[in-house]
């Protein structure tokens, strides 16, 4: 029994979901309290996925010219693994191989959500030229966003309509994931264990059984529950996380000693508090998910609030 702010909460085991997501290597590792272990790639310093549609997407991908839109999609296509001559057969595109797609991830299962387009040049001493650099933002069918940070230099003449003589392209991060909560049943949770194996798969467990988090998902009396939190945004090397409980609305501090954490070797991250608790307004608590980025140049690594739910059905981080 932990006794914890005034309330009993009671460590359930979940034994199965351990052993099942321990034993395979290849697609997520387990540990209690960890640091994320990946490829170290470049960050940005903003939150890709913000409320600010305006600042983060100050040129609509409707409004391009046609030569931006095929020198991106060759760029999509190839971080999908299509090959440069399947690309030049399909969108007309040549060059293509300037793209290298990512070693270790696979974009197949990832849709264009949108299109930050931050730079658009025509080199003065070469009018048919082209450089265009931003974001592109892939979500795809669960709660998953990952960003790409391209600059990309194209022709627009000769046997294609789009040559690309230069690329760069290569996964970006946000300083500050998104995060969503579900409370599952233990049960329910101990019963599935046995089918999960990717992220995909313990996604799916979870939001086909979590309680439904309104007033008349109400329950007043204590249950096994195994509260989820889903780190939205792939996160990089050197970044951490933080997952815990509290009566305290307010600050970073909570109870963590209940969480256990599951890495994706892809970059995604979830965390698991399982407990005995009721889900009812008088006995409500707060659970908070804190990301600290690895630090950068200047040594100084920020931890910041990306997620602040409340147990009670109904209830929302703003009330």
């Known amino acids: 029994m932990i006794g914890y702010l ?7 085991a979940l034994t199965a979901l351990m052993v099942g997501l321990a034993a395979c290597a290849e697609e997520g590792s387990l540990s209690g309290g960890f640091e994320l272990s990946s490829l170290k790639l470049p960050s940005i310093n903003t ?24 020198a991106l999609a060759a760029s999509v296509m190839r971080l999908r693994g299509e090959t440069p001559a399947r690309i030049r057969e399909e969108v007309g595109v040549g060059g293509s191989g300037a793209v290298s797609p990512e070693q270790g991830f696979d974009y197949s299962g990832f849709a264009v959500k949108n299109i930050e387009l931050l730079k658009y040049e025509t080199p003065e001493d070469r009018p048919l030229s082209r450089r265009i650099a931003g974001f592109l933002h892939f979500e795809d069918g669960t709660v998953r966003h990952v960003a790409v940070d391209f600059d990309i230099s194209y022709k627009i003449a000769g046997g294609n309509p789009v040559t690309i003589t230069h690329a760069t392209v290569a996964s970006a991060f946000s300083s500050a994931a998104g995060t969503d909560m579900y409370v599952v049943p233990a049960r329910v949770v101990e019963a599935g264990a046995a089918s999960v194996v990717t992220f995909i798969d313990l996604y799916r467990l979870v939001v086909t059984s979590a309680v439904p988090m309104s007033r008349e998902g109400a329950a007043f009396q204590a249950d096994d529950y195994v509260i989820f939190v889903f780190f939205q945004d792939r996160l990089p090397n050197g970044d951490q996380v933080q997952v815990g409980i509290s009566d305290v609305r307010d600050g970073l ?11 994706f070797k892809t970059g995604w991250v979830a965390a698991m508090v399982p407990g005995k608790f009721p889900l009812g307004p008088d006995k409500a608590f707060w659970v908070k998910a ?14 910041t609030l990306v997620g602040l739910f409340s147990t009670e059905p109904g209830a929302s981080p703003a009330s």
């Open 253 to 263: 501090e909570s109870f963590t000693g209940a969480t256990q954490y599951i890495a």
């Open 6 to 12: 005034g309330r009993t909460l009671r460590p359930i």
């Open 290 to 303: 804190v990301h600290t980025p690895a630090a950068g140049a200047d040594g100084k690594a920020e931890p």
């Open 47 to 70: 939150n890709l996925f913000g409320p600010d549609e305006a600042k983060r997407y100050p040129v609509r991908p409707q409004k391009f010219p046609l030569h931006v839109k095929a």
